[in-house]
Nanobody, 126 residues
Framework: QVQLVESGGGLVQAGGSLRLSCAASGRTFSDYSMGWFRQAPGKEREFVVAITWSGLRTVYSDPVKGRFAISRDNAKNTVYLQMNSLKAEDTAVYYC???????????????????WGQGTQVTVSS
């Protein structure tokens, strides 16, 4: 498995921006597809966005499409989540996840990811 550490969360006003980072170690990062998921209080963990190991394909959930952007730097073993036009409903703990060679619809399924970070809190005030 790969070890993941998220950073970059915090408190921001509605309409603002944040960039989350997820640093990976322990395996060949470029072999792993990466995902971001989030969990709000009292709700199930939900898919946000994912990127394949090559970086050639990205998949976004409808609520964040057009506002969030995922990217990866394989030289730095890091995946990023740029979040713009934040809304109160984006408030959640954001988790980074990794799985070797994952693709297709499986990118949206948290049960398909084997490695998880500890999460970082994002709070958007309205």
């Amino acid at each position: 498995q790969v070890q993941l550490v998220e950073s970059g969360g915090g408190l921001v006003q509605a309409g603002g921006s944040l960039r989350l980072s997820c640093a990976a170690s322990g395996r060949t990062f470029s072999d792993y597809s990466m995902g971001w998921f989030r969990q709000a209080p009292g709700k199930e963990r939900e898919f946000v966005v994912a990127i394949t190991w090559s970086g050639l394909r990205t998949v976004y959930s409808d609520p964040v499409k057009g506002r969030f952007a995922i990217s990866r730097d394989n030289a730095k073993n890091t995946v990023y989540l740029q979040m713009n036009s934040l809304k109160a409903e984006d408030t959640a703990v954001y988790y980074c996840a990794a799985q070797h060679s994952l693709y297709g619809d499986s990118l949206r399924d948290p049960k398909k990811f084997g490695s998880w970070g500890q999460g970082t809190q994002v709070t958007v005030s309205s």
